[in-house]
């Protein structure tokens, strides 16, 4: 079983920078792939960034150029990068992971506010 804890999320003025922290245990050998997610209120829970064992990342429109993910394999750890943060990014963030046997694991979510 894999275990997520996300961390660095916070109150950020318009402009600004945030960078979140996913750190993965337990089987983490299993993993195949990690990913970051948002969810507003009222709104649907959306990808955000994606990043693959292999290196491939993948983005929503919305925050291309804006948000880089990025892996610390020796950590264990998957990083988004947040710059150029609007109000509209405010949610709450989740990571996830998904298995090489297709069964995903999310954290608990880290809210991240921007204020204008």
């Known amino acids: 079983q894999v275990q997520l804890v996300e961390s660095g999320g916070g109150l950020v003025q318009a402009g600004g920078s945030l960078r979140l922290s996913c750190a993965a245990s337990g089987s983490i050998f299993s993993i195949n792939a990690m990913g970051w997610y948002r969810q507003a209120p009222g709104k649907q829970r959306d990808l955000v960034a994606a990043i693959t064992s292999g290196g491939i990342t993948n983005y929503a429109d919305s925050v291309k150029g804006r948000f880089t993910i990025s892996r610390d394999n020796a950590k264990n750890t998957v990083y988004l990068q947040m710059n150029s943060l609007k109000p509209e990014d405010t949610a709450v963030y989740y990571c996830?992971?998904?298995?090489?046997?297709?069964?995903?694991?999310w954290g608990q979510g880290t809210q991240v506010t921007v204020s204008s």
């Open positions: 996830n992971s998904r298995s090489r046997y297709g069964s995903t694991v």
